[in-house]
Every structure is written in structure tokens, then in C-alpha cells.
């Protein structure tokens, strides 16, 4: 049988590319820009600011609140702008994937705004956004016991296989494709996220997840030195 190639003929535990900037939007309180590939993401913080309307404020605790956006530009065919139940979604995990490593109690009545816009698409977005986001959060100076990594893993026919991208999302020989993304506190085994779009064995599962933890190692050091970058500036 012939050896499976991706077809990116990337290695099977091989990233994209990375990259990753601090401080790109200067009237924002913490932001950042992270990137797989050809997959874009800026993260943007605002706050802790109070919170209004004022019956929403919490008297314990600062809100996390994340909006995602994949721009109408971002992909190939235009995009109709606006929210939608897979923005909506990934707003949420995004918040959830974040909020373990946020010490908010210190900010009782307020809201962090964070806002997460995918400037180009080529599949991962949500690991570079959350791996944005986690970066700005820490350039706005909020309170974290370390940073957030994310990457996905996944499957293709019966692979396993380290960020995938589109052309390997939309993977449709034998079994096709999974995608499996997952997020966790940096030297830790604290997962944050852990979704799955197709199938994995349980058996698998184990395999999947140390692949992961050593490309979330590689990511953490892309995201450290840019953090490193801004402190030094
Ligand atoms: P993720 O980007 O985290 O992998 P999805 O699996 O939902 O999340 O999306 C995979 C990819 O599909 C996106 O990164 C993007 O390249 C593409 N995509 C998603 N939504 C759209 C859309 N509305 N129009 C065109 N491409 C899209």
C-alpha cells in the first residue's frame, strides 16, 4: 500500500507556520495577532471597564465576554457579514477555553471585552483566535496563572495529523476527515476545549491528545516570544 502523504506534504506532526505579534492595535487595552498559515487572527481586549446596563454587573466578579468574527473577506467566497450559530459558537467555547486561567475576582462590576476578527481563513481558526486572545489578555495585564495554547488534531482516512488546514478539513478519501481542536493551560494537563467535527476511535483518543500536548509545547514558545518581544520594547 502506498505511504500516506498529506496534501499539504506537510509531516504528519508538523504545524503551519507560526507567528505571532503583540501589541497591534494601539488604542486597545491588550491585543494581538496569531497565526497559522495562511489562517489569521487578531485579538483585541477592552477593559476591565464597568458594566452597563448595571443589572447585569456582578458585585464578585469582571464578565468575559468574546465575540468572534470570520470577516467577509477572510475566505474565498465573500462571506455574508455578521453573526451566526458557528460564530456564535465559537464565541462561547472561546470564553469557556479562556476563563479557567482568568483570576476576575478583582474586578467586581465590569466587563472584559474581547474581540476576536479571523482576517484570513484556511481552517483553524479558532485555536489561532483563542491562542490571539489569550496573548492580548495578557498584554491588557489581566491577572492569568499562564497562558492558553490551542491547536487542532485530527484525522485524515486513518491518520492522525497535527493542524490541519481546508484542503485537508474537506479531505474526503476513506474515511475523510476529523478534526479534533482542543486548548489547554500552558505545562499543564488542564484541557480548556476539546471539540470534535468527525470520527476518532477511543482508542486513538490518548494518541491524538500527546500529539497535541507537543504541538501546544511549540505554540507556547511562539507565544512567549512574542509576549518577550513586547516587554523588551
Ligand atoms: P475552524 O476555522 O476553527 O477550523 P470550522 O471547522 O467551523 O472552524 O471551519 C473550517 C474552515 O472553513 C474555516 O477556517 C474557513 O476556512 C472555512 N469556513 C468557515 N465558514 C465559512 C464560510 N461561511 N464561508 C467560507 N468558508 C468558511
Avoid at 503551519?16 to 491585543?31: E, F, L, Q, T, Y
Avoid at 465573500?78 to 470564553?95: A, C, F, L
Avoid at 483570576?103 to 491562542?131: C, H, M, S, W
Avoid at 491528545?209 to 513586547?230: F, G, N, P
Wanted: aromatic share 6%; glycine share 6%; with cysteine.
Amino acid at each position: 500500500m502506498a505511504e500516506f502523504k498529506r496534501p499539504s506534504g506537510r509531516g504528519m506532526t508538523e504545524i503551519r507556520k507560526m507567528s505571532a505579534k503583540v501589541g497591534v492595535i494601539p488604542n486597545a487595552d491588550g491585543s494581538a495577532m496569531f497565526s497559522f498559515g495562511d489562517t489569521i487572527a487578531i485579538a483585541a481586549v477592552y477593559g476591565p471597564r464597568l458594566l452597563h446596563p448595571q443589572h447585569m454587573q456582578d458585585p464578585s466578579t469582571a464578565i468575559l465576554r468574546v465575540n468572534y468574527d470570520l470577516l467577509s473577506f477572510s475566505v474565498y467566497e465573500r462571506k455574508k457579514p455578521g453573526p451566526s450559530r458557528r460564530s456564535q459558537e465559537i464565541s462561547k467555547v472561546t470564553e469557556w477555553a479562556l476563563l479557567p486561567v482568568l483570576d476576575l475576582k478583582e474586578f467586581p462590576n465590569t466587563v472584559i471585552d474581547v474581540q476576536v476578527y479571523i482576517l484570513q481563513a484556511d481552517a483553524g481558526t479558532r485555536t489561532a483566535g483563542i491562542n490571539a486572545a489569550s496573548l492580548a489578555l495578557a498584554h491588557a495585564g489581566i491577572p492569568m496563572k499562564n497562558l492558553v495554547t490551542s491547536i487542532s488534531v485530527g484525522k485524515q482516512d486513518k491518520n492522525i495529523v497535527v493542524d490541519l488546514d481546508k484542503d485537508e478539513e474537506d479531505y474526503e478519501e476513506g474515511e475523510g476527515a476529523t478534526d479534533f481542536p482542543i486548548a489547554k493551560v500552558a505545562n499543564s494537563d488542564e484541557y480548556t476545549l476539546l471539540q470534535l467535527d468527525g470520527k476518532i476511535e477511543p482508542s486513538e483518543v490518548k494518541k491524538a491528545l500527546t500529539i497535541a500536548d507537543e504541538a501546544c509545547e511549540k505554540v507556547y514558545e511562539v507565544q512567549k516570544r512574542a509576549l518577550k518581544e513586547v516587554v523588551e520594547q
